[in-house]
């Protein structure tokens, strides 16, 4: 069964930094990976979709990569600023599971003003 | 993307009564419909995939009869927590798919049972 990991639980950061956000998977047989925002009590907001046969996605200032051998993926986000506070979560759709989806157990971010 | 509408977003139920949440699907037609179930500062686990026209598949660990998942229609699915359990308050999202590889989530409901 697909586990997925992120690294770190929750992060802390003054404004204006650059950050990383690591998420793990265990089965690379997935169609892809997908970085989602969620703030407190509220729904998910897709930020970037990577098709597993794609390196990197950027929107703004996110860039998502994806190494699908090692089972990795990485949101770099830039220039952080308070308004980014948010829990994110990655997910992956595997081959073999049709579209559901395995979410990690999400990265808590606070960016200090 | 697509749109998803989920309602209610927020619900608050006595105890050993019944609930039912929608999920439509806005401006596609969703074959298969998850339902989700996250607990505060956890992640979301799945509880149920339903494709139309057919059962659902339930995740081990949930209850099939306390939990009903409905799909008649490829535009809405229901789940319905019946009895509910102060225990059964969570935050329950769904999410559906046209068959393509990505799905679209609700903007989920808060389900308190007092």
């Known amino acids: 069964k697909q586990e997925v990991t992120q690294i770190p639980a929750a992060l802390s950061v003054p404004e204006g930094e650059n950050l990383v956000l690591n998420c793990s998977f265990t089965d690379s047989a997935i169609y892809n990976l997908q970085w989602f925002r969620q703030d407190p009590g509220k729904g998910l907001t897709s930020l970037l979709l990577?098709?597993?046969?794609?390196r990197e996605q950027t929107s703004g200032r996110l860039n998502a990569s994806l190494d699908k051998s090692s089972g990795r993926s990485t949101l770099y986000i830039a220039a952080s600023q308070p308004g980014d506070s948010a829990t994110y979560l990655c997910a992956v759709i595997g081959i073999n599971t049709g579209n559901q989806f395995y979410f990690g157990t999400g990265t808590s971010l606070t960016v200090i003003p | 993307g697509a749109v998803v509408s989920q309602h209610p977003s927020w619900v608050i139920c006595k105890s050993g009564t019944s609930v039912k949440i929608e999920c439509r699907s806005l401006?596609?037609?969703?074959?298969?419909m998850f339902w989700y179930r996250q607990f505060p500062k956890q992640s979301l686990m799945l509880m149920a995939t339903?494709?139309?026209?057919?059962?659902?598949?339930?995740e081990q660990g949930v209850e099939k009869d306390k939990f009903l998942i409905n799909h008649a229609s490829l535009t809405l699915s229901t789940l319905t927590v019946t009895s509910a359990h102060p225990e059964d308050s969570s935050f329950y999202i769904c999410?559906?798919?046209?068959?393509?590889?990505?799905?679209?989530f609700g903007q989920g409901t808060r389900l308190t049972v007092v």
């Open positions: 990577i098709q597993s046969s794609q």
């Open positions: 401006d596609f037609q969703a074959t298969t």
């Open positions: 999410s559906a798919s046209s068959g393509a590889l990505e799905a679209f």
């Open positions: 339903s494709n139309e026209g057919s059962k659902a598949t339930y």
